[in-house]
Structures are given as C-alpha cells and as structure tokens.
C-alpha cells in the first residue's frame, strides 16, 4: 500500500517574494515599452523633420516680384477675353517676399463684390495669400458665371487668367492651391472643379 506525502504549502514569505518579483519584472516590462514607444515618436518627428527639409530643397527659391505692405490688400486689374476685370490680393501677417504660400481664391455668393470677400470671409486671418476676383454685373447684382441670372462672362477663363498673373508675380505653392465659394459663388467653384482640377488642390463650397 503506498503511503502519500503530504504536498508542502509554500511559506507566506516566499509567497511574497514571488509576487515582488513579477511585479519588478512586470514594471522592467512597462518601462520597456515605454522606451520603445518614445523611441518610436523620436523617429517619427526626425523623419517628418527629413521630409520637410528635403521638400524645401526640392522647391526652388523664389523672390516675389510684386510686394506690398504685409496684411493688407491690393487691387489689379487684368484682361481676360477681351474684358477689363479686376480682383484683389491680400498679403499675410509677416509677409516674407522669399518665401512659398499657399492661395485661397474666395468666390462670394449672388450680389457680393471682391470688397465684400475681403472684408468678411474670414481668409486674411489665415497665414496663406488671399485672392478675391470681382465678379460682373448680370440680372439684379454681380453673379458669376453658371447661373441664369448671370453675364456671358468667363469667369473660369479669367480665374485661370489670374493664376497665371498671380504665379508670376508672387511665390506661391502649386500644390496648395485652393477654391471656396459661398452659394453662387460656390456654383462658380463647382465650375472649376470641372475644368480647372489641374490647377487647384481642394474645392470648398457652401450652399451653392
């Protein structure tokens, strides 16, 4: 007959000392892994840090050849299709004539004048070079082009028109180029959509 023996209970100590130690190895652990995270986030910002310099590279240096005084707007004029037509541009806080912006052309709705846009469309407050074309004069107020109510005027030939003008003149990203418009004017930036997505990088429309 085999006598059992009676398993031995380990001692409240080394009980204790079991749980001290996987706990020491269970903060080793976490120190570890947060090690690796920082390490990661290191790499991240040094990598975004690389591609930002060699995109700078990558981008000619530029001089603007037209200036004007920083955070204030400047009227041109320009031909397109056979028209005399006008627009603005507003230059940022600390305008630097050596440096790349992006470009917000703004497009207000049924009656509102490139002024209105200027004054109220909250764009000169962003760090980019503003551009409010003037649109013409149709049935009851200026309009732009699309609507029944507008002019045979062709707003999407005079806004490429002024991309040309306005690349020439001042450093601007082509890649960062963007179109907003608020109710007519959004029909006109829907336009442009259509026929000038080569040329504009987002299209923002507000009940057009």
């Keep these: 007959m085999k006598v059992r023996k009676k398993l031995k209970r380990p001692s409240l100590a080394s009980v204790y000392v079991h749980h001290i130690a996987w706990g020491i190895v269970s903060l080793a652990l976490l120190a570890f892994s947060a090690m690796l995270w920082l390490n990661n986030q290191d790499i991240k910002q040094q990598s975004m840090s690389l591609e930002q310099q060699l995109a700078s590279l990558q981008q000619p240096s530029c ?15 320009i031909s397109s ?9 507003h230059l940022p806080v600390d305008f630097d004539a050596n440096r790349y912006y992006p470009a917000v052309f703004y497009f207000p709705g049924r009656g509102g004048s490139s002024i209105d846009g200027d004054r109220s469309s909250g764009v000169n407050t962003l760090p980019v070079i503003a551009i409010y074309p003037e649109p013409t004069k149709g049935i009851g107020g200026f309009a732009w ?26 450093c601007i990203k082509r890649d ?11 029909g006109l ?15 923002g429309v507000v009940g057009a």
Aim: aromatic share 12%.
């Design 145 to 170: 082009q699309g609507a029944p109510y507008s002019s045979p005027a062709n707003d999407v030939q005079f806004v490429s028109d002024i991309l040309d003008r306005v690349n020439g003149q001042l």
């Design 81 to 89: 299709q056979a028209s005399e037509r006008s627009y603005r541009v």
């Design 189 to 203: 930036v829907s336009l442009l959509s259509c026929y000038l997505s080569d040329r504009f990088t987002a299209f």
């Design 176 to 186: 960062q180029v963007y179109a907003m418009g608020m109710s007519n004017g959004g």
């Design 63 to 77: 001089e603007a050849r037209v200036t004007w005084k920083s955070n204030t707007t400047k009227l041109f004029t």
